[in-house]
């Protein structure tokens, strides 16, 4: 079993930087690929951000590529999500997810945490 829990997020203003952190519980969390996922109002949830179980691969969605920077700490058993240069569309919950498996797809997926709320404001 894998628990994980996002803390980091809040107000900013647009142009502005947060960092998302997810703490996991459990014995086996160097095994997992992990990601972001986010939800707006009124919108699906949408993949954002991943890495590999090793850290050596990440993937990103168009909209925030260049921008936000997945990353781990296997010691730690931490995930982060830096997001630079906001913009106000990327207000959205953010969820933490970890999969066993080789795609993003939300069925993939095996844990979701809470979601930590982010907003950017204009």
């Known amino acids: 079993q894998v628990q994980l829990v996002e803390s980091g997020g809040g107000l900013v203003q647009a142009g502005g930087s947060l960092r998302l952190s997810c703490a996991a519980s459990?014995?086996?969390?160097?095994?997992?690929?992990m990601g972001w996922f986010r939800q707006a109002p009124g919108k699906e949830r949408e993949f954002v951000a991943g890495?590999?179980?090793?850290?050596?691969?990440?993937y990103y969605a168009d909209s925030v590529k260049g921008r936000f920077t997945i990353s781990r700490d296997n010691a730690k058993n931490t995930v982060y999500l830096q997001m630079n240069s906001l913009k106000p569309e990327d207000t959205a919950v953010y969820y933490c997810?970890?999969?066993?498996?080789?795609?993003?797809?939300?069925?993939?997926?095996?844990?979701w945490g809470k979601g930590t709320l982010v907003t950017v404001s204009s």
């Open positions: 997810a970890a999969t066993y498996g080789s795609t993003w797809r939300l069925e993939s997926i095996n844990y």
């Open positions: 459990g014995r086996t969390f160097s095994w997992y690929a």
């Open positions: 890495i590999s179980w090793s850290g050596g691969n990440t």
